[in-house]
């Protein structure tokens, strides 16, 4: 229903995202993608141009991810005049760089001077330093130099983030005179959200929302309609926390002050928007080991990232290894305990990433502090029992069916034991690596995952012995 | 030398967020919850109040989280006059449930009526129905209507989360006649980003951001101002689909219409903030079994959530078991082979994870479609190939040292087939998931370890007997 009503307001107007370029959820056709692919192929620059001609510029950016590695030249410059800013601040990442590296500094320079600040920055931040002063030296003075100032300001920080275009007015305007100052400097930026009211000084004092300053008489000063609490985001600044600040305040855009507290820029929640999306998903990703974990991060960096860290595992495997070296002889004795232990090790290892999941979280939300640390801990103690109990029964039981009463006893037990250990295991570690300042997602897993291990092996093959089960 | 030049800053002007109350990453000192806690203890309403007030509703919120349960109903009897519509929207959902529990429905329902569509509609939602219908048969009429309409659309679509209150108005309006019509009608929103222009049907047609508008002189016709170029949300699109446009498209706000194409409400990115956080951190819950994963979520829920999880996989390590339990004789004969085996399946484990991490990210976000599955797996097949040659030769000749050169071989080649088929089982599980409309996150996780696990022994296990090591 809504499809086919949707389909009659195309023809209004036209409607972002909906067409028969995309498919339900927003992406462009496989069908689509083969018709480009085909036209690039035939070096048509015409159809290729007809194809790309209707897609918004995120869109296009997309179709860059889409096509084939060597088609993505060919396609750019069949579309020269499509390539706006726009397209080249929503391609992806690692799409860019490889793209870019094709370029002379002097065509690079070009785009470059296209884009905001905050985008030109993004796209040559990643270069190695003889490269980026290539490409500045081709940069007109004025742009060169706002764009050096950013890159002064470490990564990942609201200096480097920040636009440096924003409206900042004196404190003695009306309502009035701002309008009238908007509508006759041709200069200013065209997209802005709020006002920012400075002192003398040039300290911000307030911010003004558009809408509070439309439905205002003209008369009116604009002190008495600023909001004067104001969230202000210090230049150095990490761009997780600036994202926590925007999503706690609800913010649609803050000033960004430097260490005298003068307004230097603005961040708005557009590109809030990707850094929030960005924090958030790379959790499941920093866990796994999965490094960027970008499906078009090159070969050598995805794996240079995941080795690492599976050789991290070996190591913690080993350990577990050598404790179930030590209960050799108890194992030739019962080869039922080889065939159960990885169950122990295995749900042990399933209830400590859950616990660590959860924790992960609550840090990375800032939901998690020293007033509540202790009530999080009891509340896993108490979810690992009941998971424990749970689990031993149902693990006891089968055993004792199948094997000996004896043998599902002493699994029962180390069932539960290593669900409570896994459980303070997935808490305490990411604990205390945020309090030593280390990142809980990237630390955390293998260090829980040899607690886990080891003591699901110790626990079950030492209670087999210490029960009279087996000997050393 | 920020922290102190913010200090400064804080005797012109209050900034949020900064001040005694907070440590360096605005969190609520301990300290200060200690305070707060002390003052409710010893029932000091003025203390209590006093402590409070300077807070933003948010860190009230917060605050409410901090404090022990039993202490919240005291907390907001001492503070009702700052107990706002926003320190109530940005509760905790778990938080919020709890305490209204305690209420009656006329007092729900005074709170009901303070906060706008959007949040009344969160405050209700999880009820029960009759709750509900207590609640809102002591609503006023107008208010029961809109929540009742809202209430009417699916969980989590755009129809439950948009705002009724925007800002429509007719194609013939100039600039001047909009800024008139917002001065001097009382009672329209005051917050909003964009102007919506609607045609006789009241089909939205196009859109004014108010930066433009206040740019342009009054005699302009708005149709010359606004962008035409849309993106329109269907009611009843998921919150999730909802949240990926916004991205993509930089959306500050975009127009919600139904059926019929009539604009029936808004959509605003602070609203959007929260869901793109919510999206994006869940899949680390999710893969982990780890349902909601909110530290505030009741016991009961957390349990069942996470013990079904575990349940599952008790199952998935039963299959492995018996693999192992078919080579009992082989282990019998060389308890090596039961030292070795948990490496294999733990590192397999482990290199399946990554990969499903990088597909369940680039699924969750458009990234993956059919035009570029099958160089994702290509991809993956390489860098399995790679981190398989790495792992075998560290493993293998730490084998044949400690063991037997033969042990050595059967683990190398063990390992090179795990990794590749737990990195084809972490793509091609989740895509299959999601080609068949699964929410891959939640249902690959137990497929891809039964699958890791299983052939990590097997593979070890049953190239010990091919290979003439040991028999069956």
């Known amino acids: 229903m809504a499809e086919t009503d949707l389909q009659d307001a195309d023809l209004d107007t036209p409607v972002q995202g909906e067409g028969e370029q995309f498919d339900e959820e927003n992406r462009l056709k496989p069908e689509f993608v083969r018709q480009v692919r085909a036209s690039l192929r035939d070096d048509n620059e015409d159809s290729t141009y007809d194809l790309v001609e209707p897609l918004h510029p995120a869109d296009i950016a997309d179709l860059f991810e889409l096509v084939e590695r060597d088609e993505r030249a060919t396609m750019a410059a069949a579309i020269t005049d499509l390539m706006s800013s726009e397209v080249i601040a929503e391609l992806n990442d690692y799409v860019r760089e490889d793209m870019l590296e094709d370029l002379d500094p002097e065509a690079v320079a070009e785009i470059v001077e296209l884009l905001d600040t905050d985008d030109a920055v993004q796209l040559i931040e990643d270069l190695d330093d003889a490269d980026q002063r290539a490409i500045l030296a081709e ?53 802005f959200w709020e006002v920012f009211v400075v002192d003398h000084r040039y300290h911000p004092i307030g911010s003004c929302q558009l809408s509070w300053i439309m439905r ?50 603005q961040m708005t929640v557009d590109d809030i928007v990707h850094i929030i999306s960005e924090e958030a998903g790379e959790d499941a990703l920093l866990m796994s080991g999965a490094g960027e974990g970008d499906i078009n991060e090159p070969l050598r960096e995805a794996y240079s990232a995941r080795v690492r860290w599976l050789i991290a595992n070996l190591g913690t495997a080993v350990v577990a290894s050598a404790i179930i070296a030590f209960f050799g002889g108890a194992i030739e004795q019962l080869v039922a305990l080889a065939i159960l232990m990885p169950i122990v090790a295995s749900i042990g290892g399933n209830a400590g990433t859950q616990t ?98 080891s003591m699901g092996f110790f626990a079950f093959l030492g209670l087999a012995v210490a029960s009279g089960l087996v000997s050393l």
Do not use: H
């Open 216 to 265: 205002t008489p003209r008369d009116i000063a604009l002190t008495d309609v600023m909001k004067r609490d104001q969230t202000l985001i210090p230049v150095d600044m990490d761009q997780e926390e600036v994202a926590l600040r925007f999503q706690k305040y609800a913010l649609i855009s803050a000033a960004v002050v430097d260490d005298d507290g003068r307004l230097v820029g």
């Open 139 to 191: 940069v007109e003075a004025e742009d060169r130099t706002a764009i050096e100032a950013a890159l002064a300001y470490p990564e990942e920080t609201a200096g480097r983030l920040m636009q440096r275009e924003l409206i900042a007015v004196p404190d003695s305007m009306t309502v009035g005179n701002l309008i009238d100052y908007l509508r006759s400097n041709d200069d200013l930026p065209t997209e």
């Open 356 to 453: 660590m999941a959860v924790t992960v979280r609550a840090i990375a939300m800032n939901q998690l502090t020293k007033s509540n640390t202790g009530r999080l801990v009891l509340r896993e103690l108490k979810v690992a029992l009941m998971n424990g109990a749970t689990i031993a029964v149902l693990i006891g039981i089968a055993t004792a069916l199948i094997f000996t009463p004896q043998l599902g006893g002493v699994i029962a037990v180390a069932m539960v034991v290593n669900i409570i250990i896994s459980g303070m295991a997935g808490v305490l570690v990411p604990v205390a690596f945020d309090r030593l300042n280390q990142d809980p997602a990237v630390a955390s897993s293998v260090f829980v995952t040899m607690i886990t291990d």
